[in-house]
């Protein structure tokens, strides 16, 4: 029987594995499903062992466990432990501190072949290691920034590469603020909080109120699409929900991150082409948004992985980035949230309608009572919430509000807000710049159903 192990090799299972036991609902052992039992002993007691500072246990029916975090009070972000983490064996150790002893002392102008190397470890450590697995550990450490690597004739030598250590020399403490507000208050802070480590320092000076520290978790995910973005390159999204667990594969180009003010929560804003009778010279498709915390890996396309309809996407998306661009500078402007969809949400008693009956865009008319000389800050609030909206003043104390949005559903939790002041609230289909003359009916009896579900939930005759 195995031994349990405290360290994880891959973060992409560990992520996933921190967010299904303690972001989005602890699972029990009947919960979880995709592996044994004694696998998910093993993990829980792992991901409790990095945060259990931060563990609560609740006991009702079963054990019930939780994160709990005061990010006024904190100095780092304590998922970055989740980073800092990774497994390894016997010799990897070994081979770690032998390998980075005997090329510490070299300058990078003195590479070693891996034959040199293996002589070492035998003349001066008495060990005996296969040449292969020195030769993975090396290509390893090159690809982690370690050792640096080049081909002297038809040999590949290696020598250690410059430490972090070696750069942070000489920091001021201006930079080291700079750091420590950092790895607090922006993406990638990991990196802030692993120079700060190096230099054996704290964050003694920032608390940030309202932090969403659990948006770390996708920064790998995040630089992936950034590098994508950065080369214009078509890619396929492994993509997987957090209400099931169906892999799905979405392609497309990358174009822009959105980020939520409320939540923190990261989306992905991508070109999706679609079949169409045009030429293939002419691009066809439709905006997409896609949450981070779904996608599990980024692939570019190439001539290895994709099909003939991807690559021939491919070269089309290299032609049209700038153009796409554009395209969504303008859409964004009819964007209430990250929706571009207008498609009608299924409801328990609401049958799901055909996907053209909003029409492309919605036009959404609300008509609020406002008391002119006792709410004037209503009527500010729906001028600073309204995002370029329509305001016109019907009759005393009557307000009509317009906006045009590609989805109306996204509006939902914002109109709940005037409740009470509500008079009527239309929604109107709009296609090429024509208003349906009748309201759909679909969302007001969508928008009416949410009313008497809360008037179930509280009692409310």
């Known amino acids: 029987m195995s031994e349990f192990q405290e360290l994880i090799?891959?973060?992409?299972?560990?992520?996933?594995?921190?967010?299904?036991?303690?972001?989005?609902?602890f699972k029990s052992r009947n919960d979880f499903s995709l592996k044994s039992a004694r696998t998910y002993d093993d993990e829980r007691r792992r991901i409790e062992s990095w945060l259990s500072e931060y563990?609560?246990?609740?006991?009702?029916?079963?054990k019930n466990i939780s994160l709990q975090m005061d990010s006024n009070l904190l100095d780092t972000?304590?998922?970055?432990?989740?980073w800092k983490t990774k497994s390894f064996t016997d010799y990897d150790i070994l081979l770690h501190f032998y390998l980075l002893d005997i090329l510490e002392n070299a300058s990078t102008s003195h590479y070693k072949s891996i034959n040199e190397l293996a002589d070492t470890l035998l003349e001066k450590y008495d060990l005996i290691i296969d040449v292969q697995m020195i030769r993975r550990k090396c290509n390893e450490y090159v690809a982690e920034g370690l050792f640096v690597s080049k081909k002297e004739g038809k040999t590949l030598v290696y020598a250690k590469a410059p430490s972090l250590a070696d750069y942070t020399k000489g920091f001021t403490e201006d930079f080291m603020n700079a750091l420590r507000f950092f790895q607090l208050s922006?993406?990638?802070?990991?990196?802030?909080?692993?120079?700060?480590?190096?230099?054996?320092?704290?964050?003694?000076?920032?608390?940030?109120?309202?932090?969403?520290?659990?948006?770390?978790?996708?920064d790998e995910i995040l630089l992936d699409l950034l590098q994508a973005m950065k080369n214009e390159q078509y890619i396929m999204l492994h993509c997987r929900s957090n209400k099931n667990d169906i892999l799905r594969i979405e392609?497309?180009?990358?174009?822009?991150?959105?980020?939520?003010?409320?939540?923190?929560?990261?989306?992905?804003?991508?070109?999706?082409?679609?079949?169409?009778?045009?030429?293939?010279s002419k691009i066809h498709g439709r905006f997409h948004s896609l949450r981070l915390d779904q996608i599990k890996k980024v692939e570019p396309v190439t001539e290895k992985n994709g099909t003939q309809e991807q690559l021939a996407e491919c070269s089309l998306s290299k032609q049209s980035y700038s153009l796409l661009k554009e395209k969504l500078n303008k859409n964004q402007s009819r964007l209430w949230g990250v929706s571009f969809s207008s498609d009608v949400r299924p409801s328990r008693n609401i049958p799901t309608a055909p996907r053209d009956t909003l029409g492309r865009e919605q036009l959404v008319v609300l008509t609020l009572h406002i008391d002119e000389q006792r709410e004037s800050y209503i009527l500010k609030r729906l001028e600073r919430e309204g995002r370029n909206g329509t305001i016109t003043h019907l009759a005393p104390n009557t307000y009509q509000y317009?906006?045009?949005?590609?989805?109306?559903?996204?509006?939902?939790?914002?109109?709940?807000?005037?409740?009470?002041?509500?008079?009527?609230?239309?929604?109107?289909?709009?296609?090429?710049?024509?208003?349906?003359?009748?309201?759909?009916?679909?969302?007001?009896?969508?928008?009416?159903?949410?009313?008497?579900?809360?008037?179930?939930?509280?009692?409310?005759?």
């Open 9 to 25: 090799k891959k973060f992409d299972k560990c992520r996933d594995y921190v967010r299904d036991f303690f972001v989005y609902g």
């Open 55 to 62: 563990v609560k246990e609740d006991y009702t029916q079963e």
């Open 77 to 82: 972000n304590p998922l970055y432990r989740v």
């Open 186 to 218: 922006a993406p990638f802070g990991i990196l802030g909080s692993t120079l700060l480590d190096q230099q054996l320092e704290r964050n003694q000076i920032f608390r940030i109120k309202h932090s969403f520290m659990v948006h770390t978790l996708e």
């Open 251 to 280: 392609s497309g180009i990358p174009l822009r991150i959105f980020v939520s003010t409320k939540t923190g929560r990261r989306y992905l804003c991508f070109y999706h082409f679609t079949k169409s009778k045009t030429p293939a």
């Open 402 to 461: 317009e906006k045009v949005v590609f989805d109306a559903y996204e509006m939902l939790p914002w109109f709940r807000s005037f409740l009470g002041r509500i008079l009527d609230l239309k929604v109107y289909a709009v296609n090429n710049n024509q208003v349906s003359p009748s309201p759909n009916r679909l969302f007001s009896q969508r928008f009416q159903e949410d009313l008497n579900r809360m008037y179930e939930m509280y009692d409310i005759e």
